[in-house]
């Protein structure tokens, strides 16, 4: 049965929850569009997500990989559209490692676009009630590691697979402290997730409309 493969990541900086593994969690064993759905959790770690990511692929052969992460302060679901060869960070991962101006995979290309409908995704999460955006940075840290390592695995397997990746807010159990911080509430991203990767199922050409940024 045709699969499609949904990752999170585990919390990190100190926090007990990340939206991300909640969510793929509850979507582990569900079915969308006529596709089995395999959701997992990665670890915050340099060291060890690639490899995770790798050995679920080759495991579940999955059709479509949409890995999803957390960007706290971000008010929208926000849809990568570029992963960058470059791990550069302000704060250690969960084994105490901070690398600086590191290559994410050493000798390969500066940057790699997600290949996913990612205009018509953001539209169908937007009619799902969910807020969303496309971006064009993932950032320095392991979401961007595992984005790019998502795409460079999908090259060196010659296109077997889609593959894209999916920013989400904070919980608002992660900012009742910070009433100035933007949150959505997990139904609503779950809803945004599902219809993300429904869409993204069933369209092979993108919407041709303007999306980018002005500044």
């Known amino acids: 049965m045709a699969c499609v493969l949904l990752t999170g990541f585990e919390p990190f900086a100190g926090q007990a929850l990340n939206p991300s593994a909640e969510i793929a969690r509850l979507l582990d064993g569900t079915r969308i569009a006529g596709h089995d759905l395999v959701g997992a959790v990665l670890p915050v770690v340099f ?30 679901l926000t849809l990568e559209r570029v992963a960058l060869n470059l791990a550069d960070t302000r704060i250690a991962d969960n084994a105490g490692v901070q690398p600086v ?91 945004g997730v599902q219809a993300a990767i429904a869409c993204a199922l069933a369209t092979s050409r993108d919407l041709a409309i303007g999306a980018g940024p002005t500044h």
């Open 47 to 76: 060291a060890d997500a690639p490899a995770a990511l790798a050995d679920l692929v080759e495991r579940h052969q999955p059709v479509l990989v949409l890995a999803t992460g957390q960007a706290g302060g971000r008010a929208a």
């Open 101 to 191: 101006d590191a290559a994410v995979v050493a000798g390969a290309p500066d940057a790699y676009f997600s290949d996913l409908p990612l205009k018509a995704m953001r539209e169908a999460m937007r009619a799902a009630g969910a807020p969303a955006e496309l971006s064009l940075s993932a950032g320095s840290f392991v979401c961007n590691q595992v984005f790019y390592a998502l795409c460079h695995l999908r090259e060196s397997r010659g296109r077997t697979f889609r593959a894209g990746f999916l920013h989400l807010p904070w919980l608002p159990a992660q900012v009742l402290d910070q009433s100035m911080q933007a949150s959505m509430d997990l139904a609503t991203m779950t809803a």
